[in-house]
């Protein structure tokens, strides 16, 4: 990072030019619906005001994406082309990466060093691996009898609409935008309210890179409003979503509503993370384990929030993370020392406050944490925060918190370490620590979790495939799987 110092990123900040209207059709409009303001979570500031979409905004939007669908270039330009396009934009967010990387950090709370290095680099990443991609998936011509020839072929499935949480507004946004775009599908995209600056950006940069007008659109408000007119549309073919379970169902109830398009949910997770007594690294086990919890202040869907620990090893393991807890720094986003930001907002801080005056008065131990932590006067920020002696029926090893709440559960054998794990409505991820290579393959195929990571955690890259099972959703988002979402297969049967 260039001048990574926390005057560096507050100079840049006091001088951001924050955009605030809908892109649709390639033009910023600022609509009918009035504005509504973003606030900082690192201090309580107003940033900007930006453009609420009410129905008539969406209406515009899938209009120019229809129109950029059905009569527009973009589908029928060879996918080496549409290619080339994606990789123009990953090289304009690498050109922008400082001020993508600040506005995230400002809009959502991150810490700027995690925006940068790891937020951007994901985006980045993102498009250029699909563009790169774009020209490489083929048809399929099968056997037939001699007298016949048949073609298996991959068409775009039309427009789509995705909608993304700011937990990871960018890299969300991507693993989304990039697939769809890369089989030729036009896209209106809809961040969340708290966090459509960093979006607004990114669809100014798609234009910059030559995607035509329509191709991708923008359009901010609130979910009940402007994301439920894209659920509803006629004119949607498609439904990309990431957040919770809760409006994951009202999606699937759009679309059996409307045009019965298809609807493509990753959804909330509660996901355990086993440590057994053989794991080959106990230290890197417990460290990783509170990474994983504090890491994006516990802002992830799949966030390792139930530790499950062998007995023998628990109270090594708890009071390592423990420790770790302690040292953690908590403090303003802008600053490249930090470790944990700002929680999203106030309302969020509240509701996981609420979460932990739970786990304590249901019986859980309250090691360390618990309360709110103060670096930056008006910032919504909380201590690190680990509970011990959890009962798998209390609310804390049951529902998703969504924030840096760590519940350690203690068991006494392999076979209930598997119970405990899969005792949960979600199955996005899960962790596992052993040194026995049967076991891990054992323990990894009876678990219901759509990502398994043995001896490590949130590990990959593009190749793989992300996407839970149960209540965390379904379809894949990542690697090539992720355009069988975007593509509709047609077959072509010719007698000869």
């Known amino acids: 990072m260039l001048e990574m110092t926390h005057e560096h990123w507050s100079k840049r900040a006091e001088g951001l030019n924050l955009g605030g209207a809908h892109l649709i059709g390639g033009s910023e409009e600022a609509g009918s619906g009035g504005a509504f303001p973003i606030v900082a979570p690192r201090d309580g500031r107003v940033l900007t005001h930006v453009a609420d979409a009410g129905a008539a905004e969406v209406d515009a939007a899938v209009a120019a994406a229809r129109r950029a669908f059905d009569s527009g270039p973009w589908p029928r ?38 925006a940068y290095a790891i937020e951007l680099r994901a985006v980045i990443a993102t498009f250029r691996w699909y563009g790169q991609l774009a020209d490489k998936v083929a048809d399929e011509s099968p056997h037939t009898p001699a007298d016949a020839l048949a073609l298996v072929t991959r068409e775009p499935a039309g427009v789509v609409g995705a909608v993304v949480p700011w937990n990871f507004p960018l890299t969300l946004a991507g693993w989304k935008i990039a697939p769809a775009l890369a089989a030729g599908c036009t896209v209106i995209l809809k961040p969340s309210e708290w966090s459509p600056l960093s979006a ?14 329509g191709v991708l659109n923008v359009v901010n408000g609130a979910g009940p409003v402007a994301g439920r007119a894209l659920g509803l549309h006629p004119d949607v073919d498609v439904v990309a979503f990431t957040g919770s379970t809760a409006v994951g169902r009202h999606f699937l109830r759009y679309a059996a509503d409307s045009n019965l398009k298809r609807v493509w949910l990753e959804l909330g997770g509660k996901s355990p993370n086993i440590i057994l007594p053989d794991a080959p690294d ?5 460290a990783t384990a509170a990474w994983g919890i504090f890491f ?7 966030a390792p929030s139930r530790l499950l620990v062998h007995r023998s090893v628990a109270d090594q393991v708890t009071e390592a993370i423990v420790r770790r807890a302690g040292q953690l720094r908590v403090g303003d986003p802008l600053d490249p020392a930090t470790e944990m930001g700002a929680l999203v907002g106030e309302t969020h801080l509240e509701r996981v406050l609420g979460h932990i005056s ?9 090691r360390t944490g618990g309360g709110r932590a103060r670096p930056v006067p008006g910032g919504s920020y909380l201590e690190p925060t680990v509970f011990d002696q959890v009962d798998p029926g209390q609310r804390l090893a049951r529902e998703e918190i969504f924030g840096p709440v760590l519940s350690v559960l203690a068991f006494d054998d392999l076979d209930e370490a598997v119970a405990l794990a899969n005792a949960t409505e979600y199955g996005l991820a899960a962790g596992l620590w052993t040194s026995d290579l049967s076991t891990a393959h054992r323990v990894s195929r009876t678990l219901r979790a759509g990502t398994v990571w043995v001896n490590c955690y949130e590990e990959g890259d593009l190749t793989v495939p992300f996407g839970g099972m149960k209540q965390s959703g379904n379809g894949r988002d990542k690697s090539v799987h992720a355009l069988e979402k975007y593509t509709e297969l047609k077959t072509t049967w010719i007698q000869l």
């Open 282 to 286: 106990l230290d890197k086990a417990a």
């Open 77 to 114: 330009l060879a996918p080496a082309e549409r290619g080339r396009i994606l990789i123009r934009l990953a090289d304009l967010l690498e050109e922008h990466r400082e001020e993508l990387a600040l506005t995230i950090s400002l809009e959502m709370g991150k810490p700027i060093t995690d």
């Open 200 to 213: 607004l950006l990114l669809g100014r940069l798609a234009g910059e890179a030559g995607l035509p007008p």
């Open 358 to 366: 739970a786990g304590a008065r249901e019986g859980a131990r309250l």
């Open 296 to 302: 994006n202040q516990g802002e992830m869907c799949t």
